[in-house]
């Protein structure tokens, strides 16, 4: 009698682990189908015709408007430009990254998990999907979409893909607006974009300016800095929505970027940070490294 109870027990063990097992392959699986239905959204609208980078593509590939488009430009971005831009460098359309690095996942202290993402970036119309996973307990881990889609701002993040929900931020114009920026704040990864009728830049000294990204009713503004060699070295706003409790606030909000290396005839950074910059001090909450970029 006792070992059929034993024998009972452990069937049921077996067939709730099967369960979970299905649970977890069915919601990565949803997850995965999210991804492609995002991502084609985007790609479809950057083949169409009349897409914006076809027009930045073509006028890029002459060298005389390539010249006087730069000239146009701020003292430091004429020479991030010359910086970041060989002879050989062609235009493209999108962008795709592979990262790896750490992600703190606590709001207050330092929770650091490593974190792998892979993200599709397009010019026009701008957009991007971050889909990362970050490592919560042995053999789990947190699936984590952050984009800006069809000028939609998208941010979830759940266990194994949607087991546990722990963040799902209903569309809204302050979401939008912040997806808005980290896609202007990441133009170190894309320079072309640089060139962007979009894009209005203003001098503010001999190594800064500013950049305003316009995207329909939606705008950005970010302030760039330069380093010696040229380059981006850090990207600054005044004020992006930062998640506390139930509710957005308004925060200092920015990056920085390091070891440039070309790829394509691009120099682009392969480590970056960013943080919130609090009373206290900067809160660096994702350091990452580049570990593959293709231009397309």
């Not at 083949?47 to 488009?69: C, G, I, Y």
């Not at 330092?110 to 892979?118: G, H, L, M, V």
């Not at 941010?155 to 607006?177: H, K, N, R, Y």
Request: hydrophobic share 45%; charged share 25%; net charge neutral.
């Amino acid at each position: 009698m006792f070992m059929k109870i034993l024998l009972g027990i452990a069937c049921c063990l077996v067939i709730a682990v099967v369960a979970l097992l299905a649970w977890i392959a069915y919601q990565r699986h949803q997850w995965r189908k999210a991804t492609v239905k995002w991502r084609d959204a985007m790609t479809q609208a950057a083949a169409s015709p009349d897409a914006e980078s076809r027009d930045l593509n073509q006028k890029f590939l002459d060298p005389n408007w390539r010249a006087k488009a730069v000239e146009r430009l701020p003292l430091p971005v004429q020479r991030y430009l010359q910086a970041a831009m060989s002879p050989e460098a062609k235009p493209f359309v999108t962008v795709h990254i592979r990262q790896s690095g750490e992600f703190n996942l606590s709001a207050e202290g330092e929770q650091w998990a490593p974190f792998t993402a892979d993200q599709l970036t397009v010019l026009a119309p701008k957009g991007f999907d971050w889909d990362a996973r970050i490592r919560f307990l042995p053999g789990l881990k947190i699936f984590v979409r952050d984009a800006y889609i069809l000028r939609r701002g998208v941010l979830c993040a759940a266990l194994e893909g949607g087991v546990i929900t722990f963040a799902d931020q209903p569309p809204s114009d302050e979401l939008a607006q912040g997806e808005l920026m980290r896609f202007l704040a990441e133009l170190p990864w894309y320079p072309l974009a640089a060139l962007d009728p979009a894009i209005t830049w203003k001098p503010i000294d001999d190594h800064s300016a500013q950049a305003e990204l316009v995207d329909g009713p939606i705008s950005a503004a970010l302030v760039f800095r330069f380093g010696g060699d040229g380059l981006i070295e850090s990207v600054r706003a005044d004020a992006r929505g930062r998640t506390v409790g139930d509710r957005i606030e308004p925060t200092p909000w920015g990056g920085r970027f390091w070891d440039y290396a070309e790829f394509d005839g691009w120099r682009v950074p392969q480590r970056g940070e960013v943080a919130w910059f609090l009373p206290d001090g900067p809160r660096p909450y994702w350091r990452g490294r580049l570990e593959q970029i293709e231009f397309r």
